[in-house]
């Protein structure tokens, strides 16, 4: 009697204790899930404590790999933190061929350091150095070196066939401007909004100003501008809202594979021309010699100030170079060494790689594939390390800045990097629940529908905050 005792109670009450270790999806998620049209089996999601200790947990299909969009930056800039160092730099070196004579050298070269960025204002503060060092004239050429990347070329248009997108653009070893223009549209009195450009470009044309229109301001304001981009310059084919105010918008000039290279030598050219500086020749590539005369090294931020590019305002190329700086392959980084490395860090952290792929380090891929608990663990062991505080800090905080700006939390605060594509959506981050515990929380949703599941993840994220 007392064997079948336990056995009927085991046998009824079973699911229940299985459920208290690992429970169902809150119904607040399930609801949102429901109301979007989204079956639960297309939801993966992993929630624990921080600190491991006893709290409220969530392991739903957490083993599955999917694609994270964006959120895969978490993997790419805490395997950076960590391997490489918050304080890591990269160096950008200008060299000639022999030394300063009469204000001239006879020709140029830029050893591409690899480094995540390099705004246009570090090309300014390079020039300008070398101006301060009585360099006047370059008679040949410059030539650009880019062999710490043995990677070729990504196709900008790969993606969604977008390749005047800033978004969309690939590795490239000197990171110039991420290869993209910034416009700043200040609305007159005269029915026109000036145009402020940075960088400039030798040789393209941008108007200097665009007509006024009336009507709301939108997201996107190509819907308004209607931009008309060629290989010569750019032009505006409709208007610009006066109810924007002050407002920017980027885009890329040259769209193409090899686009970074007229890129490259327009922003040096008008950038030296503007220096004071004469130069009549080309930009090219090739190696630096051995018998050059290093003249200056242009040093970049620090990662900890790259990984707030990459995670509070999820710039792509930025994390794209960030990945392949991972590789240690000495004759020149590429992908499949990045990947490796990366793996190999994982499991010396105890986290099983198995079924994850990073195709490039952004998340702007189709055949990345990540599982929640993997991410999870990953956020788990950046916000317990020396980093956490920069780490956490680079991610967008609910209702104040980057892609949670407009998504508060109002029972907790969270730091969260959220992540988009087309049947995809996803969040990672963590979570400060009215207990004072901190919370990590990864979430994705894979389904045609995802466009809708941004209320199911936010159900999530308040129950966390609710709940833990």
């Known amino acids: 009697m007392k064997i079948r005792n336990v056995f009927l109670f085991v046998t009824l009450f079973a699911p229940l204790f299985c459920r208290a270790e690992v429970p169902g999806l809150p119904e607040e998620v399930s609801l949102a899930l429901a109301a979007a ?61 022999g030394p300063v004579e009469e204000g001239a050298v ?19 503060s390079a020039v300008a150095a070398l101006r301060a060092l009585g360099l006047r004239e370059i008679r040949g050429d410059a030539l650009v070196d880019r062999s710490v990347f043995r990677e070729p070329p990504a196709d900008p248009a790969a993606f969604d066939k977008e390749p005047f997108r800033p978004y969309n653009q690939g590795h490239e070893a000197l990171a110039l401007g991420i ?18 450009q940075d960088p400039l470009l030798s040789g393209y044309r941008v108007p ?13 304001l190509t819907r308004a501008l209607k931009p008309e981009v060629t290989a010569e310059g750019i032009r505006f084919t409709g208007t610009y809202p006066s109810s924007c105010g002050a ?29 004071g500086g004469i130069w009549n020749g080309r930009m090219s590539e090739g190696p630096v010699p051995g018998n050059v005369v290093l003249l200056y090294s242009q040093p970049s931020k620090p990662l900890s100030g790259f990984i707030r590019d990459i995670n509070k305002n999820s710039i792509n190329p930025i994390a794209r170079n960030l990945f392949l700086s991972l590789s240690d392959e000495k004759d020149g980084a590429t992908l499949a060494g990045a990947r490796l490395r990366v793996s190999g860090w994982l499991r010396s952290k105890g986290i099983s790689p198995d079924g994850l792929f990073i195709e490039n380090g952004s998340g702007l891929s189709r055949t990345t594939r990540a599982s929640t ?19 956490i800090s680079s991610l967008p905080f609910a209702g104040e800045d980057g892609t949670m700006r407009n998504r508060p939390l109002e029972k907790g605060s969270a730091h969260v990097k959220t992540g988009y594509i087309r049947g995809v959506r996803s969040v990672a981050g963590y979570v400060l629940a009215l207990s004072g515990r901190w919370y990590t929380v990864c979430a994705i949703v894979n389904d045609p529908a995802a466009l809708g599941a941004k209320p199911a993840l936010d159900a999530l994220l308040e129950a966390v905050a609710e709940k833990g």
């Open 208 to 220: 200097a100003a665009v007509r006024l229109g009336e009507g709301d301001c939108p997201k996107n």
């Open 37 to 97: 049209g989204i079956q639960e089996s297309s939801l993966s999601a992993t929630v624990a404590p921080l600190d491991g200790k006893e709290g409220f947990r969530l392991s739903w299909r957490s083993g599955e790999p999917r694609q994270p969009a964006s959120i895969m930056k978490v993997v790419t800039t805490a395997a950076a933190m960590d391997l490489l160092g918050p304080g890591k730099r990269w160096k950008t070196d200008f060299l000639a061929s």
């Open 247 to 275: 407002d920017s918008w980027s885009f890329v000039p040259w769209g193409g594979r090899d686009g970074y290279r007229f890129y490259d030598e327009s922003v040096f050219r008008a950038s030296w021309k503007n220096a």
């Open 179 to 196: 290869q993209s223009v910034t416009l700043r549209f200040l609305p007159g009195r005269n029915g026109e909004a000036v145009v402020v």
């Open 373 to 391: 608990e993997q991410i999870g663990a990953v956020l788990a062991l950046a916000g317990r390390a020396a980093w956490a505080p920069e780490f």
């Open 106 to 124: 006879r020709s140029l070269h830029i050893r591409a350091g690899g480094a995540p960025w390099m705004p246009a204002d570090d090309l300014r």
